[in-house]
């Protein structure tokens, strides 16, 4: 027998519930300026940026970085990311909203990945954990795909149906993991894609949580 239950939803946390483009962008560069590589601007990054990680420097660098710069990169990037991340908060009207779908009698979790013994402390820190049945972060080394991460995440949540579920993301990567488990998507402009790359997709594109979740209650119905 499939898994029966109420509307759900998985949330991103980078860029959709947690509104870091500023810590992301500066991280960037200061990983670039590693390899003597110029700065970019929020709308070159939103332009060109895909997952996995390395294909992303690959645009950059004309070419895929060789294990030692990722390594260089990636420690770069994290460093400079965990200590701009104070600086950053929920997106407007998270809080608000994961109360009033939580008060629907509907389910949300997180799936993020950013490393899991950082992302709990973070969200709890919010004091919005107690809307989630459960948050998971990466575990695993970074710059890989999230459709593998999306498959364990599913399975533990048992009592969630993935033809009730939408994973409501600012990334393609998003709607690919989404899909990849037999779930729906609603992608998020305001984090690390552009509206044009978002769109190729073909998965609904909102400019606003609040239309993300209005959509995912259309979708999950």
Known sequence: MGKQGAAHIVWDWNGTLFH??????????????ELG???????????????????FYERLLGRLPTDAEWEVMDVTF????????????LTAGVAELLVEWRSAGHSQSI????????????????GIEQHFIRVDGRT??????????????????????????VVIGDAADDAVAALHVGARAV???????????????????????????????????
């Open 78 to 89: 994290h460093r400079y990311y965990t200590e701009h991340r104070v600086g950053c908060g």
């Open 111 to 126: 799936l993020s990945m950013y490393g899991h013994e950082e992302l709990v402390p973070l969200v709890r820190g919010f």
């Open 187 to 221: 992608l998020y402009t305001g984090g690390s894609h552009s509206r044009a790359s978002l769109e190729g997709v073909g998965v609904p594109v909102v400019d606003t949580l609040g239309e993300a979740v209005a959509e995912a209650e259309r979708l999950a119905a």
């Open 20 to 33: 870091d483009n500023d810590a992301i962008i500066g991280a960037t560069n200061a990983a670039f300026a």
């Open 37 to 55: 590589l110029d700065p970019i601007t929020m709308e070159q990054y939103r332009a060109l940026y895909c997952v996995p990680v390395p294909k």
């Open 140 to 165: 695993g080394p970074s710059g890989g795909s999230k459709a593998e991460h999306m498959v364990r995440h599913i399975e533990a949540l048992v009592s969630v149906d993935p033809a009730r579920t």
